[in-house]
Each structure stands twice: as C-alpha cells, then as structure tokens.
C-alpha cells in the first residue's frame, strides 16, 4: 500500500504559535486541519515535508449577527452545510460546502481547509512512480508544464467548491500571522498561479470566515462534476445577487476549476446590474460570464466540452436565484 | 425442499462483516519481510543493463532479485507462456515488474526500488489497434504471432453465409466500440509466503487457486507436491485475479532466499497495472433479414487490443464471437476476431469474458435494422429468439432457456410498451446469455473439474473442496447443497476449501462455473453420504427422518468405520467437430433481459438512470438473496462500464490509475433495481441452477445506448456513453448529419481463410 512518510506532528495551542512554528520550519512545514486533501498528497509524495502542524485550535462555531455571520475556520464542510444561519441568509455557501467530496470527508475538512485546498491536475494528482514515468511537473520535481509544454507557468485548476462562493459573497477571511492580524477579501487570497495560488504568507493562518448580510442578498452554487459525489469540480458557478425589487442591484459571478483562480466573470455582472432576471438576460448574462473561462485538458472529461458546460452551469445558478423567495420573473 | 431457495444469510457473512475474515494483507507471521516491486516507467524498451548494488547496501534489504533470478516463462494459457514474474530483457508496459526487493519494511523496500538504475533502450511504443496492424517503427512487442503485432487471429463460418445474405430482404452494416475497463474490486491483490522443510506455502487473493499452484511449480521449478497454495479470504476478484500474478512468485521466491515470510500487497496503481481487464474491442458486423425481420445470416468481425502479453487473449478472442447465436436463431454465421498486442497492461477475463463487446454491438444492431424495417426492436428481437434444447449453428447445445419469460417480465413491469414518450426520458431493452461454466479446463486434460469430499464423524460434517470463495458466495452453495440432502441447516456444514493440500480440486472461481460444478460435485458426495447413513439407520430398524443426526452419524460409523463421500463434476463433451470448437460450450447457459430508464439532458449530456429491471433465468434460485446480489452487482457494473469506466492511456501511461479519477459509479448514482428471478430448472444443473454471476451485466450497456437513443434520438456507437459524446452527436443531429457517435470505420485486416463448418442439422428444431 501507499504508506505516509515519517513526519513530526506539532500541536501549537493558538494560532500566534502555529504562526510562529511555521516561520521556523519554512518549507519543510504544512498547517494541516482536517487533512483530508493533504494526507493523500503525503502518501503521494506530491507534498513533502518533515513537519505538519496542526490547527485543531481553531474555532468550530458559527456567529450569526444581524450584519454578518462569522464562520471559524475549523467548522467542518458538513457543519457549514447543515447550518440554518447559512442555509437561510447564505444559501449558496452551505450548499457549496455540501457539495465537496464525500460524507465522510465533508466531516473531517474545514472550511478553512477548503479554502487553501491545493490546486489540482492530471498530470500531478498522481503517485511518484507514475509522475516519475511521465516525467516530472514543475509543480513538484520538474521543470515544465505537461499540459502546456511550451508555457512557463503552471496550469494547476483552483478546485475549491466554497472559495468561488465566498468571493461572490463579498466574503473576508482573518489571517494570523507573526506579524499580527489582518484581514484580506477572499478575492485576494488567490493568484492565477498553479503553483503559488494563494496570495497570503505562509506563516499565515486562516482562522475565520465573514460575511456581510445585506437585504435582499440571494446565492447559489452549481456544481458540475462526473458523479453525484467525491469529485472534485470540473466547473462549477458561484452566483450572488443583491436584489432591489425585481431588479439586480449587485451581484458577482465566479466560477470554479476554470483556471489557476476563482475566476471572476465581471462583464457580465455588469450587464447584470439594474436588470430584471428574464429568461434572455439570464442566457446573455451565461454568454458573458463563460467568455473568459479557458480550461485545458487536465481534469476529468474534455475541456472542450468543459467550456462549453461553463455557460450551463452559470444559466443553472442563475435560474437557482430566481427559485428562492422573492423569485425573479422567468 | 428444506433449504434450498430460501434467502438465507451467507455463511461467511459474520466473519466478513466484523473484520474477523482474515485477508492476506491481514497476516503477519513472526519476522514477515515486506517486497516491493520496481516496475518499468516505459511502455516499450529494451533492459540494457539493472544495477541493484545501491540498493542491496541499504540497511533493512534481504533481498534483491530480478529477472534472471525467474527466468522460466509462464501464464494461464497453456498456448501463451509469455510472461516472467520480472522482465529481464524488455518491458512491454508501464508498470511490467523489473525488480523485487524485499526488506524489513515496506518504507525501506521501497526507498530501495528508487535506488535501483535500469538503464533502458526507449523503443516506439504500439498504442492502438491501428499502430498494431501497422509494421512497428522498431520492433514487435512478442516475438510469436504476426504479422507485425497481430497475436491471434480467428475466422470460422458456419453454415451458407453467403446463400444467407443472398436470400435476404435486407442488410445492414455498423461499426461499434467498446471501451477497455478494469474490475475495481475492493481488496488490492495480495500474497504471502513461506518457505519451511523445503516446502513453499503461498496464502494469495487469487481467484484460481489450482492455476497459481501450477504455475508456482513451473516457475520454481518444485514439484507441486512441495508447495501448498491457499486461497485468502477474499475481496473481490471480477476475472481480474484469474491469472497467476507476478507478485505471487515473487513472494515465494523471496521466502525461498530469505527463509522468511515475504508479503507483497500491490497498491491501487498497480492494481491498475496487474489489470487482466476488458478488451477494448472495435466490432463489425453485417447481418441480413427478411421483411419480416428473421435473420438469415450475420457476418461478426472483432478487433481486440490486448495490451502486452497473453493472458486469456486467445479464449477472449474466440468469445467475442461465440455466443451471438446462443441468443438469436443464425441459421448461417461467419466470425472473424483479431487480437493484437499493444504495449498496455495485459487485457483479459472480466465479468462476461469477450462478451459483453459483442453483445452491445449485436443488440444495438438489431435495434438499428428494426428501425430501417420499420418494426419495433422488440418485436423482432423476439422473433429471434432461440428455442430450448436446440443446437446454435456453431454446435452450442442450448438446454434451459427462458428468454422469452425474463423479456415478458421486465417488460411489463417496466411498463415499457406504453413508456411515457418525452425528450430526454427513454428506456431501453436489451437481452443476453452466458455460460455455466466453460466446458473445458484451461489446460488439455480428462480430469473432473470441481471434486467435493465429505466426512461425517461423531455427528459432525465438514465438506472439502478447491472451490474458492470470492464474495459470490460458493461457501454457502456447497453448504447448501450438503445440508439440503442430509437435512440439516447449511451453518451445521463445516467448510474447508481453497486449499491445495486439504481439499480436492476445483478449477477455480472463473467462467461461471462454480454453483454448476462444485454443486454437483457436492451433491453427489452428499447423495452417498445421505445413502450411507439412511442405511445404517434402516439397519437398527429405524427411518432416516425419525432419528437426530448424531444418532444417524454414530449408527453408521459404528456399522461403516469412517465415513468419507466423495462426489465429482465433469462436464458433457459437447463441443462441436471443428478447431476451436472448445471456447464457447456449457453445459446450460443463463438467460437475462434488462429495461434502463434514464433522462438524458440535452444541453449537458449528462445521463441520470432512473431505474432497471432485470429478470434473470438462473435455472434454480439455490439462495435467491445471493442471486439477487449477483444480479445488481452485475447492474452497478454494467452501467460503469456504459456510462463512464475506461481504461486509457496517455503519452504511454494509464491516464489515472486511481479510484478517483478512474471514475465508477457512486452510491448516489447507483440507481433502483428491481430484479426477477427466472427459473427453469436446467436438467443439468445442481437442483436445476445456472449461473447468476457474470450474465446480468451484459444486457446493461445496449440497453443503457438503446435509451439514450430512445431519449434523444441519437446513437452512441460506443461505451462508455459520456456526455460529451452524447453532445457532440447532438450537434451532429442538429447540422443534419448522422445522428451518431462512434466508430467511423472498421481497419483491413488480414484474417486468414475461414475454417467452414456445417452446422448441426436440424439445429433449430429440437432434433439434434
């Protein structure tokens, strides 16, 4: 069988201290919470270190205010889903959390977790024997691209279900470094990067969730994927919208496992403002916001018929909208 | 009867359920020294030289061996000796085993693998049946069959082909694909082994635990008599541990150096690698019928690609063209099949051996000229179908038969002649037959197949057997069986099985054999039994029926000393007067039909079965729950191979040899089944059973393609059917081109002349 490698096992008590570990360790290190993602890569030898710290400090609440809700990064995936707060005024994000994986991954993976999910690849989600006889992949081992051999960058997919929507959600995670906290907008805790995809340090930890509550605020999570569940993304649209009446005030569309990112579909969330949701601004709207999803063929199924699917699942999240209270004319 | 047909619980299912059943990764003998094994990262390349000096030196390593440790060639066909436990000379595939290490744990085994140098001549690798066909850039991948890397060819013709074709009001031709596919059981393969006084003992997941023991004595060349093979408790097999495997001489090997336990249990990817899977076959095929639909003759050719060696190539080739007229009458047929090699892990039995190809291509067929006839498929499939106790035209002896009770059963209750008519709702029907067991040995000899002893003493009975038990329940058969005839209860039964130096042989648990012959072994040894005891009990002027058991047991060992019954199974010479007439002939085949609903989603592609209906002639339902489990065990793996499983390459490697990425249905996408038990009571089966193993999955895939059709209005020529399939022949449709996804054309073959044979006379007329 595959076996984990040896490694030692921290258990720092806040996350000042795990931050402290880490910038010790350096590179050797990983933050580990539910693990789910991560033991895999170990055994596969994609993830090397000698060290893993664990997060088991984190919270495992959820703090419904009138004005946000605050999700603790140690929440796990089913908590989220199950939650009524989020069910009710984030619908869009309970339901991507209940669309990761499996059951019994869903209760061992945090939402924190989920959110630094690593990036993923056919070329690179493999065994070291296997990656190896391909050659090796500048994501770990190698020098180039196998999927774009003449690029020189990596093409790695963004494949969390519950980033995409904590973006389109205006989300904000409370990162705690050395240096102290801050806080960042989910949307700026990516790069479009396989290999460097997450834009904070690694001393960082992702100790909370926020999201702001506004009237009127819809959401939902469509997933694309071969099976009903375990895999992971092969696109997916996360949609939030801001109402006004009939009329969309604000919104944000960003799709998942399209790119090295969630990738934000900003032209048409600016087609979308001031209109009503009828059938033909819903297609036009799909148009708009698959236009700049490129995926290549490193995940299941063809990418051809990936991008093609883009404009399906974006129509789907939108019509979603209008099923929730309040609906949209159609 | 007292037991047989009730649903009783499995015999072994509290042990399974626990975690009490030891499997063969479970054991660990004092001082077990754990193997790893260094396999090639080129699909083809000449060895040119293995430098194992690093690796030896490593702390913990006992021992280190390659090829010419194993020099002497085996497989399963006697035909096929092509493979060595490790490749000295050349690897034929990406992961073809180089190198064993064993060593005090596996960490260290495998840190020395990666600490091996193999320098390697990178040869062109052969990647599909086209590049097969073609002269190879450098070299062939074997060195016997050809031309260049054809394996084997096969071309037969029964009957007037020609005067068929001539008398028909109708011919069509199609050309179908089916993709290659692996079993995914839930255990890993795994062996363990000992060497102890000069005699090996190899407890293995094997499927076939004579075979291994054969194989074992050829390649360490021991005589059987020292070595003693034991079937583990077993997760899963689905034909895909029907081979002896590499790891198993191995292990044996290394115990014999070392003097130590050696076990080597392979991980997820080189389970992939071990594979023995389904052929990826390309299929023509050229029927003619009357205006009415009756088929007058059919013209089957086959393209098989084998990947790199052997295996059961040559019987799955002959399969891919062997049961077409076990379902449909085919008063006159022609086959031509071709099995080329191609530098993937070997291909071989899975679940239907080379027959579930034929089988979508041959129904989808049928559903196609139906249409151009403007008959319903049904229908006309019907008129087909043939009778029991004939003859097909190729000499299959067909006993029971209840096709067309099982097509009245899912028919109805699927409601599918007055089915709702939506876009994007359909159903589909498709039929089938398989084999109860194959009527030869895999090697030439006039032996029993399934042998069954039995001994009663102080009121206890425990019967001996080869059978192995690989999840199908054969365990609680030969209880069954014993219980039922001494009227007992089948966990009064003692069991020892799978075992080379306890029990007798069986062949194995492979072909759908073993309900048909190891219960009629045992139901012979249990009638003597039975016979033994009645008279005893009659001696001391009592009936059989009025004493206990133990009174019955003591009474006839203390008139008969010890009590030992043993029964045996040969079945009928029945193959037909013609080479090659050997794969193919049962001694009663089984008989399925299946109705798939599903919707299919327009603007995705994307295929949610709704539900199936399956009825399945299983001759005698010995344990109807066991059956029933057959039968949607059969369903969920039918419908992975319809809808997503496949076995792909690319750049030379397995595409993802993972149970992530490989993807198989889920729970969630599993949907209801509802199963009918048809039974009628072969005259040649134990009690009147046939086999419910392999069957029930073959009708699944055409009747998965026929609903899409059915809902879309479009073909999808191949398996599996993936959205982006079924979208691009949307878009077809829609530009007014042929509504199709599928294979284009059919390659030039060179098939040599067929061999041509008159059929059975009177075939179909219940005279012969």
Known sequence: ?330 | MKVVGKPLPKVDAAPKVTGRAVYADDMLPARTLHCKILRSPHPHARIVSIDTSAARRIPGVLAVITGSDLPVKFGILPVTQDERALEHEKARYVGDPIVAIAATDEEIAAAACDAVAVEYEVLEPVMSIDAALATPKDERIQDYGGPNNVHKFVALEFGDVEGGFARADHVREDVFFYQGNTHLPMEQHSAIATYVDGRVTLWSSTQVVHYVHRALSRVLELPMHRIRVIGAAHGGGFGGKTDPFAHEIIVAKLAMITGRPVKCTLTREEVFYAHRGRHPVLMWVRTGVTHDGRITAMHFRTALDGGAYGSYGVASTFYTGALQPVTYDIPAYRFEGCRVFTNKPPCGPKRGHGTPQPRFGLELHLEKIARDLGLDPVDMKRRNYVKPNTRTVNWLRVTSCGLEECTQRVLEASGFKTRERRPGRGMGFAISSYLSGAGTAIYWNDMPHSEVQIKVDRGGVTAYCGAMDIGQGSDSVLATVVAEELGLQPSDVRLVTADTDTTPIDLGSYSSRVTFMAGNAALEAARKMRELLVQAVAGAGKRYEEVSFEEASVLAEARFGTLTTAGSYTPPKIAGPYKGSGVGPSPAYSYSACVVDLDADARTGLIKVNKVWIAHDVGRAINPLLVEGQVEGSVYMGLGEALMEEQVFRKGLHKWPSMLEYKSPTFLDMPEVETFIVETDDPEGPYGAKEAGQGPLLPVPPAVSAAVYDALGVWIDEVPVTPEKVVEALRRKDKGETPRYGPQRFPAIPYPETIKVDGPVGHQDGTC
């Open chain 1, 1 to 330: 069988m595959l076996r984990l490698p040896r490694f030692k096992y921290l258990r720092p008590r806040s996350a000042r201290e795990a931050a402290g570990m880490a910038a010790e360790k350096g590179a050797r290190a990983m933050f580990v919470a539910g693990g789910t993602d991560l033991y895999p890569k170990l055994k596969r030898r994609q993830f090397e270190v000698d060290t893993l710290i664990g997060l088991d400090f984190l919270g495992h609440d959820i703090r419904n205010g009138s004005t946000e809700c605050v999700i603790d990064a140690g929440v796990t995936l089913s908590a989220a889903s199950r939650d009524s707060h989020l069910k009710g005024g984030f619908g869009g994000y309970a339901e991507a959390a209940g669309l990761v994986s499996s059951p019994p991954l869903r209760n061992a993976g945090t939402i924190g977790g989920n959110l630094c999910v690593d990036t993923r690849c056919n070329y690179y989600d493999m065994t070291y024997e296997w990656r190896k006889a391909a050659g090796f992949c500048m994501k770990k081992d190698g020098d180039i691209c196998l999927v774009a051999p003449s690029s020189p960058r990596c093409w790695a997919v963004s494949s969390s279900d519950t980033a995409p929507m904590a973006i389109a959600l205006g989300g904000v995670v409370t990162l705690v470094g050395l240096d102290g906290e801050r806080e960042l907008p989910v949307s700026a805790l990516y790069r479009d990067d396989g290999i460097e995809y997450m834009a904070k340090r690694p001393d960082e930890v992702v100790t909370s969730l926020r999201l702001r509550a506004e009237p009127g605020l819809r959401s939902a999570y469509v997933k694309l994927r071969r099976r009903g569940s375990i895999d992971f993304p092969i696109a997916g649209a996360a949609v939030a919208a801001r109402m006004e009446g009939d009329t969309i005030a604000a919104c944000r569309i960003v799709l998942s496992a399209v790119a090295s990112y969630p990738l934000d579909a900003e032209a048409a969330c600016t087609f979308l403002k001031g209109r009503r949701l009828d059938r033909e601004t819903v297609q036009e709207a799909a148009e708009l916001a698959a236009k700049p999803a490129k995926p290549l063929d490193n995940a299941d199924l063809s990418h051809f018929w990936r991008k093609r699917m883009v404009r399906v699942v974006v129509e789907q999240a939108l019509e979603r909208l209008s099923d929730q209270p309040g609906g949209f004319d159609s």
